[in-house]
């Protein structure tokens, strides 16, 4: 008799909706609404993760950029800054003072003095640039400085993962009658840039996304 009750006429041929299809109709609704919310709330994740992707990959390239700027217009690297090391031992290579900075000096010629010698040479003055990789405090980031001649010193970079430099010696000869393996000589020096892109994922697992860059830029000079 109830459910007759519930289910009555209302107008011309019209019926009302009884309270278990009102029920069913407000969990399937719910149901597809909370479905819609996860969907739409990893959707912003996946947007806000390539978002920092994108910035950080930026950021890797402005390094970088600067860097081989800097390279390609020294007259010459300074011995053993970075490291002169054999192709054998590029593999295991690992964050130490050797590979966390570079000197590269800049010659300019000085037109004001009369040149000099019995040939006659231009007058240079010579200007050093440093770049050094230090940690930052209380994190296991590094930060990049930079040092051009008597300026101060500058921060060109933050939130690093790791970034060595290094040189392949011409050629190597790793055991007596083995062949020579051949590197790219002091002029080249060669770049290892990692970053971390912080993850939003709630596993602590997850620290984030690398991203590397591995160049080798030649000195002109």
């Given amino acids: 008799m109830m459910n007759k009750i519930l289910k009555r006429s209302t107008g ?9 299809e009102v029920l069913t109709a407000v969990t399937i609704i719910a149901v597809l609404a909370g479905g819609a919310f996860y969907l739409f709330r990893g959707t912003v ?18 390094i970088i950029m600067r860097l081989t ?36 000096v ?20 010579e200007e050093t640039i440093t770049y050094k990789v ?21 921060t060109v970079a933050e939130n690093i993962a790791e970034l060595l430099f290094y040189r392949i010696e ?22 290892n840039l990692k970053m971390i892109v912080p993850s939003a994922s709630a596993n602590q697992a997850v620290k984030g996304y690398p991203i590397e860059f591995k160049t080798a830029v030649a000195v002109r000079g």
């Fill in 170 to 191: 011409g050629e190597t000869q790793v055991a007596a009658g083995a062949p020579k393996i051949y590197g790219a000589g002091p002029k080249t020096v060669y770049i």
């Fill in 45 to 62: 994740k996946m947007s806000e993760t390539g978002t920092k992707m994108m910035d950080y990959h930026q950021r890797a390239q402005k």
């Fill in 106 to 125: 800049r010659q300019k010629p000085d037109f004001t003095q009369t040149p000099s010698g019995p040939s006659k040479h231009v007058v240079y003055t």
């Fill in 134 to 154: 230090e940690p930052i405090a209380g994190s296991s980031d590094y930060k990049l400085l930079r040092k051009q001649g008597a300026n101060p010193e500058e």
């Fill in 12 to 20: 011309a041929g019209k019926t009302a909706f009884t309270a278990i």
């Fill in 69 to 104: 700027r800097d390279i390609k217009e020294a007259s010459y690297v300074k011995p053993d800054s970075p490291a002169l090391i054999t192709q054998d031992k590029v593999a295991a290579l690992t964050v130490s003072p050797e590979t966390q900075k570079i000197e590269i």
